[in-house]
């Protein structure tokens, strides 16, 4: 049930049971299962994915079609899991281009099916590592081909990171990774990486996605992929070390909590064919929601305030100009690829149509 752009549909809230003819009913519901000891799995009839009973990972990740895809893992050795690295350097890791201590995982200390559909299916993993404790909840929606990782940590550890570890099964991917109003395209070296909402690894056959609402860093090495969650050294410090006696004046970063987002979206073909950036514009909108009692009013149920012609055509920013009364609209090409454009603004009667 899609909301149009730049506008807004009405819905209502009905005690009764679901309509089976309805657009949602149609749809297979989300589902958890598993019991102790055994993986517990997730399946939304677009994708199935399993977690592991001793370690708390994400471990498989199949799309569920017919056809040869759908017996093709996503998921490599050991799993999805947030772990924490040994780091040493400095405030801005000077002459550092990569991030190589040691890995940490955490102790598990529960794993357990916290939601069970029909919209929404969930397996919640705890974590104890260090002075830290990490909750992770895996989530399937109806309907939606990706799978979300919601990552609340509760953060006490000096000179280290965390990050958050995706091996995949590709075979000689490479990385894209999101830009501003743009994309940069690299080899996996293992050199962390700054990247804006996304980061995709891709065989030219299949990839990868991971899209998120607040993630900047990676680093790529093979077909793994290290999501960059938080990184913890002292303020302000060159590496000398003269903040150590003075934990007030030169406080350890990135401590307390966090809440953090992540989904990974399994695809066909490159990055631009499954237009990963517009996957991270989604995931990045909140839709505000109004409750309120019928009564009468000028507006229909629904309204779209802008109309977008162009699969790779997205309108990032809608302003009203500095001078005079006009209306700014900042319009863009997500896929790197030539793409005719339609954009109209029915309220005002305006409308633009050209190359990107």
Not at 29 to 48: I, K, M, R, V
Not at 64 to 91: C, H, K, L, M, Y
Not at 93 to 114: K, N, V
Request: proline share 8%.
């Amino acid at each position: 049930l899609c909301v149009p752009p730049f506008g807004y549909r009405r819905f209502w809230l009905h005690l009764t049971d679901p309509d089976p003819e309805s657009p949602t009913g149609r749809m297979p519901p989300a589902t958890a299962a598993g019991h102790p000891g055994a993986l517990a799995t997730l399946s939304n009839g677009l994708l199935g994915v399993a977690i592991d009973p001793t370690s708390g990972a994400l471990v498989s990740l199949l799309i569920e079609t017919t056809g040869e895809e759908s017996v093709r893992e996503f998921i490599g050795g050991g799993g999805v899991i947030p772990v924490a690295i040994d780091d040493p350097s400095d405030t801005w890791s000077h002459g550092t281009d990569r991030y190589e201590g040691q890995e940490h995982r955490g102790d598990l200390l529960s794993i357990a099916i916290a939601e069970n559909g029909p919209v929404r299916a969930t397996v919640k993993s705890t974590w104890s590592l260090g002075r830290s404790t990490i909750v992770q909840e895996v989530s399937l929606y109806q309907g939606r081909p990706f799978v979300e990782l919601r990552i609340d940590v509760d953060w006490h550890e000096p000179c280290r990171m965390l990050k958050v570890v995706v091996p995949t099964t590709l075979i000689d991917p490479d990385s894209a990774a999101g830009a501003p109003y743009g994309f940069v395209e690299r080899p996996c070296s293992g050199h962390e990486e700054p990247m804006v909402h996304w980061v995709d690894l891709s065989d030219g056959e299949r990839g990868l996605a991971s899209t998120s609402d607040s993630a900047g860093g990676y680093d790529a090495l093979g077909a793994q992929i290290r999501l960059t969650a938080l990184r913890s050294p002292r303020v302000a410090d060159h590496g000398w070390g003269w903040g150590e006696g003075d934990p007030s004046g030169y406080p350890v970063t990135d401590q307390g909590r966090h809440q953090l987002r992540y989904r990974l979206t399994p695809h066909a073909g490159t990055w631009a064919d499954a237009l990963v950036p517009r996957l991270a514009d989604e995931q990045r909108v909140t839709l505000p929601v109004v409750l309120d009692t019928w009564h009468r009013g000028g507006l229909g149920p629904e309204v779209s305030a802008i109309e977008v012609v162009g699969d790779s055509v997205v309108v990032s920013v809608v302003k009203r100009a500095e001078v005079d009364s006009g209306t700014v609209l900042r319009v863009r090409e997500v896929a790197g690829r030539r793409s005719g454009a339609r954009v109209t603004l029915p309220g005002l009667s305006r409308s633009w149509e050209g190359d990107l």
